[in-house]
């Protein structure tokens, strides 16, 4: 079984939609069910049970996506450390973001380049769909989230950094022009959706306002470009983090502040059964910088 095959089977059977699995490595639909149905015929059994509505995997498929992807983990990262071996390096660290705000990290990757110089720190963008699967998958090695976190697969480390909450309207919008807003006045709005788990999203995207009034959910978005274009065309609003204002401004959006809503405070978190001393090092240099104030 060749490797892309094999990273076709693996995702496919994570998204369990083919166009999805498609849009992710890049290829078409077509060559996405070409690769499953060659598998097939070369097994000798079905791998999905598919139809017009679904795409399950067999209990064949089951057992081999569980055995799978230790291997492909494990070759995937051999051929890391081999490129960083040949560039006189000999580790890599993969941080998942959901933002692009990564210059706010200076300090904390300058002090892990004095700690661990043999280690490269690689950031990998994560959208905000459900982003710890990142890190079941072994795609990324650790994870900057806002918190909470309560995963129980998962180690949340020391708290990175701290920011205040805005909300970010289209600039034309009625609320762009005061100086804040409450959680009070998004029963009147249509808010953005789309981060998941529903706790983890709740936490910055509340369900109800504090008197208790529904927030009423609009479309869905699963990263920072989907979510600019929704709110700039006027379709909803959103809170988010301050670091848009600086990573993110355009002359369409405007970012009020949210003066009840609490400090977003971001964590890293890592697969607990993944732990190494590379994250063990990273956590240890956030934890002496101390929480940065953004």
Not at 84 to 103: C, D, I, P, W
Request: net charge neutral; glycine share 8%; proline share 7%.
């Amino acid at each position: 079984m060749e490797i892309r095959d094999i990273e076709i089977f693996l995702t496919l059977a994570q998204e369990l939609h083919f166009g999805r699995t498609a849009e992710r490595l890049h290829v078409s639909p077509a060559r996405v069910s070409q690769a499953i149905k060659k598998q097939e015929r070369r097994i000798g059994g079905v791998l999905f049970d598919r139809t017009s509505h679904h795409v399950r995997l067999t209990p064949l498929g089951r057992q081999l996506y569980d055995d799978l992807l230790p291997v492909h983990r494990g070759l995937r990262q051999s051929l890391e450390r081999a490129e960083l071996s040949a560039k006189g390096r000999t580790e890599v660290l993969r941080l998942g973001m959901m933002s692009s705000n990564s210059e706010d990290l200076r300090p904390l990757l300058t002090g892990f380049a004095s700690r661990r110089p043999g280690c490269t720190v690689q950031i990998r963008a994560v959208g905000y769909d459900d982003p710890f699967s990142a890190l079941r998958r072994g795609t990324i090695d650790v994870l900057l989230a806002w918190l909470p976190i309560r995963e129980p697969d998962l180690t949340v480390g020391p708290v990175v950094c701290t920011e205040p909450v805005v909300l970010c309207v289209s600039a034309t919008h009625r609320l762009a022009a005061l100086s804040s807003v409450s959680y009070e006045d998004l029963a009147d709005e249509s808010v953005l959706t789309g981060a998941a788990p529903a706790y983890w999203r709740e936490s910055l995207i509340p369900a109800h306002t504090p008197s208790g009034r529904p927030i009423p959910r609009g479309p869905s978005a699963i990263d920072g470009v989907q979510l600019l274009a929704i709110v700039g065309s006027g379709e909803a609003v959103c809170p988010a983090h301050a670091h848009a204002l600086r990573y993110y401004a355009r002359p369409d959006i405007a970012y009020v502040p949210i003066r009840d809503a609490p400090l977003g405070r971001w964590a890293l978190c890592w697969r607990t059964s993944g732990e190494t001393s590379s994250i063990r090092d990273f956590a240890a240099v956030a934890d002496d910088l101390g929480p940065l104030s953004l």
